[in-house]
């Protein structure tokens, strides 16, 4: 299957190089040189150039990047022109490439045909036209240049790209290679062919090229009497084609004579660099056939199958087959016993954890509440006993020093810390001193329920 259509899908090169040698292996080419402007700006001729076959490589050398569009002998060329209903431009590609599987011989390789929509459309706007190309023979050029990208087109899908957008007939007549290639688009006419003739007949050539528009316009229904064909054949020579390119390139001045040299090559890379013709897929042709990669495992058996390989890959599958159990075992193993040490340093971590828990909590419980101990205090303490200082040990151990007005009430407040339970055993009096009926005195204690609700 070929890929027909593609370049017109791809992105417009920068600068696209025409080449076009009107012979099979002729000693020189016409080069034109075309690098590719904004929208709605013309393109520039950077280079028109005729070169020898052996410097061609020296001059594609300088544009760096540039894709190549070479134009196939005109005598090796055939054209049809068909038509097809207007619709999506994607359906209207689709139709255009299966129609062109059947217009041509199958001796013709895929890679070979070009085909694409013409821009003009005909009268009544329900029909587009295309051209079909093909590129016969068996001879295949070898590259201008390494890693330089080439396509091909044919002569007339040059000069259709010259046309542009413009409508009426082509007829080119090279007579150095006995070939006439004529496209007849207008009203009834729809036709293209392209006629290879003896050129050393008596007969004169422009009479040749006359005779090629008649009997193509009969294969329309339309007849044509000599002065009719002689007419469009003698109105499409180069002087009336410069005309077609008023406002599209800039660089150079083109004329009748710069075109009879340059035209073509011209018109092969304007096929690229003007993407609003959508044409580019007349260039979608290659000398040689593309290389089909073969899938993965075709390509290993091919391989495989070699020499002394099966021997080889037999031993090595055999030594496969007895080691890979021994490895994956191991492997097994130590993925286990990584997670072993893993599990280890996690118990630990978590022993570890429970140990630091263990000691807060020990340290929340064990930790004197000092604001409800002083309130506690506070509270046994009746009317007349006046607290001075309590100090608390790191051992638990709890001094409070007081004075009360009289015994009476110094030993009321003993009985009420007895009473609330927060101390261990009895509070001990350490200090008693009367002096001025006024008590002062000194009592000890260890804590033991520090955090045991008091009853008022």
Request: no cysteine; proline share 4%.
């Given at each position: 299957m070929s890929n027909r259509g593609?370049?017109?899908?791809?992105?417009?090169?920068?600068?696209?190089?025409?080449v076009y040698e009107s012979a099979v292996n002729a000693v020189e080419m016409h080069v034109v040189v075309v690098r590719s402007a904004g929208p709605g700006q013309a393109a520039r001729v950077v280079l028109a150039k005729t070169v020898t076959r052996s410097l061609i490589a020296q001059e594609l050398g300088t544009f760096k990047g540039a894709v190549v569009v070479r134009v196939a002998p005109l005598e090796r060329t055939i054209a049809r022109l068909g038509v097809v209903p207007v619709a999506s431009s994607a359906e209207m590609q689709t139709a255009v490439n299966l129609m062109a599987e059947a217009e041509f011989p199958a001796n013709v390789p895929a890679h070979r045909i070009a085909a694409a929509m013409l821009p003009a459309s005909d009268a009544n706007g329900q029909t587009r036209a295309a051209l079909f190309t093909a590129w016969i023979g068996k001879e295949a050029p070898s590259a201008l240049r390494e890693g330089v990208t080439e396509q091909w087109t044919t002569p007339l899908g040059a000069l259709v790209a010259l046309r542009g957008k413009k409508s009426g007939h082509i007829v080119h007549a090279d007579k150095r290679v006995g070939a006439v290639a004529v496209l007849l688009q207008q009203d009834a006419m729809q036709a293209a062919r392209v006629v290879v003739d003896d050129p050393t007949d008596d007969v004169a050539w422009e009479h040749v090229a006359a005779q090629c528009v008649q009997e193509l316009a009969a294969t329309s229904g339309v007849e044509l009497d000599?002065?009719?064909?002689?007419?469009?054949?003698?109105?499409?020579?180069?002087?009336?084609?410069?005309?077609?390119?008023?406002?599209?390139?800039?660089?150079?001045?083109?004329?009748?004579?710069?075109?009879?040299?340059?035209?073509?090559?011209?018109?092969a890379a304007i096929m690229l660099v003007e993407d609003s013709l959508g044409i580019t897929a007349l260039c979608d042709m290659t000398a040689h056939a593309p290389k089909v990669r073969k899938p993965g495992l075709?390509?290993?058996?091919?391989?495989?199958?070699?020499?002394?390989?099966?021997?080889?890959?037999?031993?090595?599958?055999?030594?496969?087959?007895?080691?890979?159990?021994?490895?994956?075992s191991y492997a097994r193993y130590q993925s286990l016993q990584s997670r072993r040490d893993g599990l280890e340093s996690i118990n630990k971590s978590a022993g570890d954890i429970k140990l630091k828990a263990a000691m807060f909590k020990q340290l929340e419980t064990s930790?004197?509440?000092?604001?409800?101990?002083?309130?506690?205090?506070?509270?046994?303490?009746?009317?007349?006993?006046?607290?001075?200082?309590?100090?608390?040990?790191?051992?638990?151990?709890?001094?409070?020093?007081?004075?009360?007005?009289?015994?009476?009430?110094?030993?009321?407040?003993?009985?009420n810390l007895n009473a609330s339970k927060l101390f261990a055993g009895n509070v001990k009096e350490t200090r008693t001193e009367s002096k001025d009926s006024v008590t002062e005195f000194e009592v000890s204690a260890k804590l033991d329920n520090p955090h045991l609700p008091v009853k008022a």
């Open positions: 593609s370049n017109s899908r791809k992105q417009r090169p920068d600068v696209v190089v025409g000599d002065t009719a064909a002689a007419a469009i054949a003698n109105d499409n020579d180069w002087a009336s084609r410069a005309e077609w390119l008023h406002g599209r390139v800039t660089g150079t001045l083109i004329d009748q004579a710069w075109l009879s040299k340059y035209g073509i090559a011209l018109g075709v390509r290993f058996g091919e391989w495989i199958s070699q020499g002394s390989r099966p021997i080889v890959v037999g031993a090595a599958a055999l030594a496969l087959l007895v080691g890979v159990p021994f490895g994956l930790r004197a509440p000092m604001t409800k101990l002083l309130s506690d205090i506070a509270g046994a303490a009746p009317v007349g006993v006046e607290i001075i200082e309590t100090r608390l040990a790191v051992d638990q151990d709890i001094t409070i020093r007081g004075k009360a007005t009289s015994a009476d009430l110094h030993r009321q407040f003993v009985r």
